[in-house]
């Protein structure tokens, strides 16, 4: 008896123990899963010889899906028709939907279009490949492409090899090979045969695998590519634990080669001239919208009186893409609708210019506002127009003008009645000055001076100095306006290595706009001063025609976009300071690492 207690003593407690067990917490489903899909078999054979059906399985260890994969997937050699690709479980399916050429090596690249279906893992640069034939191509070709005027890496360009070494081929002949760059910029062209290639970069615009449109942006090198391979040496870094040194141990592996090209994508000047719209706003002034900066002033004439000389006054914008033609007439510009015959430089299929005349109706509808009802007691006779100075700023840098503009072209500006006095003592004090009228838009005027540092300045113009087309005249103008202090500023200084005679040093703002530039001199020292606080930017434009900027490229006539060569670190300028730049040499500079640390990737818009 005591026996059967004791042994039912034990199977109770063992059962609490095991219940206690199984209860100590909610099971958790495993660690989560970050392994993307492998592929355990495929029809064919990855790399398999004499395969000539149209359709390719390709199976996984788990559900997959497919990502934007119609922008990321593509065909190497480039087929007429994109193969007809879908994801069906663990299942990935693959039909062309034309003959395969023979004897060909196919490469099916995925990019990173592969997931899994739960946790969207990523299948990193899957691609897959076989032959028509008794061999299949195994070399590659692999580089970075950027933007030339940036160095911005962009995502889905083409990249092209031609055997056909002519430079006439990108325009008439499909590629042989061909990748697509991913976001960093990167390609790598797979299971390229032996042989000598040109390569090249395409934004394809109408798909057909050729630089035949002038918009579609490009890139090409000028060496030729001899694809092969070669054993390199790398550095195997081991940590020794108890002493905590770094011992380096190197290894030899085989690569392909050429793995580092360099292209730099840019587009051409591709844009014809044509008018865009015009419009009339007002009754003496007739603008035109052009799409791109003409090269030669516009001419325009009253249809049918073309005898009528000095009846405009032309005004362009900054871009020259717009110009306006101001009557000075009141015969002409008090009349509802005129016959304008405008004339403007355009080019040919054969890049021989032009003149291009449109005959354009300009009407002027005049919407008057309804006067308010006034009572007898506050009848006060309408106040008189008068000129106003409009583009006036209330501070300017130490180094800058003072501009203002007019509403209207004026027919007269008396500059002997401007006075300009600094407030730099109790009595203001008048001062000497330099009047400019703006050449490029007759409605803009300059004052330059020799401007000191935080002092107010007050410039005054008598009533009546100035007229315009419509009559009116203006008001005594009293203008205040403040230079900014020598503290509000700040100044860099570099010393540059090696310096050649046509590197152009630009200073770049937060948006990337040149705020100053200046060539380097044969010591390689230069100064930037009055720079307003902020965070700027450094690069050297190689400016192989000494023209003041950077200049795109032209394939046409196989020029390179011009060589951009930045800083390396982002510089940081405040109030009252001065910063001594490290020596910046400029040969050990890496686009790579650039673009990596302080460029987005861009996607290519399909």
Not at 253 to 271: A, G, N, T
Not at 356 to 364: E, H, L
Not at 433 to 460: A, C, K
Not at 546 to 559: F, H, I, L, T
Request: charged fraction near 25%.
């Amino acid at each position: 008896m005591k026996r059967k207690i004791i042994h039912l003593a034990i199977i109770v407690a063992l059962s609490q123990l095991f219940w206690y067990c199984a209860n100590v917490g909610m099971p958790t489903g495993g660690e989560k899963d970050e392994t993307p899909p492998v592929v355990i078999k495929s029809i064919p054979e990855a790399n398999a010889l004499n395969f000539q059906k149209k359709t390719i399985y390709i199976e996984f260890d788990e559900l997959i899906q497919l990502k934007d994969y119609r922008s990321k997937f593509i065909v190497s050699p480039p087929v007429n028709e994109q193969p007809l690709v879908e994801a069906r479980g663990n299942r990935l399916i693959v039909e062309f939907e034309e003959d395969l050429q023979p004897n060909t090596t196919y490469t099916l690249d995925f990019a990173d279009a592969i997931v899994d279906n739960n946790e969207g893992n990523v299948l990193e640069n899957y691609s897959f490949s076989f032959s028509t034939g008794e061999y299949i191509d195994s070399l590659q070709v692999s580089g970075n492409l950027w933007d030339a005027d940036d160095l911005s890496p962009t995502e889905g360009v083409l990249i092209f090899l031609h055997n056909n070494l002519n430079d006439t081929a990108i325009h008439t002949l499909v590629p042989i090979r061909m990748a697509k760059t991913n976001a960093l910029g990167r390609f790598n062209i797979r299971n390229v045969s032996p042989g000598k290639y040109r390569i090249y970069a395409l934004d394809d615009a109408n798909r057909n695998f050729k630089f035949d449109q002038p918009g579609e942006a490009m890139a090409w090198s000028d060496i030729i590519v001899e694809p092969g391979t070669e054993y390199r040496q790398f550095a195997d870094t081991i940590r020794i634990d108890s002493l905590e040194v770094d011992s380096v141990q190197y290894y030899e592996e085989l690569v392909y080669i050429p793995d580092s090209i360099r292209l730099f994508k840019f587009q051409h000047d591709y844009k014809e001239q044509y008018l865009l719209s015009e419009e009339r706003k007002e009754r003496a002034k007739l603008t035109y919208y052009f799409n791109r900066p003409l090269e030669e002033d516009a001419k325009i004439t009253l249809t049918g009186q073309e005898d009528v000389n000095d009846v405009f006054m032309m005004d362009r914008s900054l871009a020259n893409d717009t110009v306006t033609f101001w009557l000075k007439d009141s015969t002409y510009y008090n009349q509802d609708s005129l016959s304008i015959s405008l004339s403007y430089l355009m080019r040919d299929s054969l890049d021989q210019p032009y003149e291009q005349v449109d005959t354009i109706a300009m009407y002027f509808f005049e919407i008057k506002e309804k006067k308010k009802k006034r009572r007898k007691k506050d009848d006060k006779p309408e106040p008189i127009p008068t000129i106003k100075l409009k583009k006036q700023k209330n501070s300017i840098d130490v180094f800058g003008q003072y501009h203002f503009s007019l509403p209207a072209p004026a027919t007269r500006f008396d500059k002997n009645a401007i006075k300009l006095y600094n407030h730099k003592d109790t009595i203001p004090e008048e001062e000497t000055f330099e009047f400019i009228h703006n050449d490029l838009s007759i409605l803009n005027y300059t004052i330059r001076n020799d401007w000191e540092p935080g002092v107010q300045y007050e410039m005054i113009i008598d009533s009546a100095a100035i007229w315009d087309i419509y009559g009116l005249y203006n008001d005594s103008i009293n203008a205040k306006f403040s230079v900014k202090s020598l503290d509000s500023y700040g100044t860099i200084y570099m010393k540059i290595e090696n310096p050649q005679e046509n590197w152009l040093v630009q200073v770049l703002n937060r948006s990337d706009v040149v705020v100053q530039q200046a060539y380097i001199p044969a010591s390689g020292k230069l100064g930037f001063r009055y720079l307003n606080p902020g965070e700027y930017m450094f690069r050297i434009v190689v400016d192989a025609n000494m023209n003041g900027q950077w200049d795109g490229g032209d394939y046409y006539n196989r020029v390179q976009p011009e060589t951009l060569i930045y800083y390396p670190d982002k510089v940081n300028v405040r109030k009252n300071w001065e910063v001594d730049l490290e020596t910046w040499d400029p040969a050990v500079f890496s686009v790579d690492e650039f673009s990596r640390q302080f460029r987005k990737p861009k996607k290519k818009e399909e």
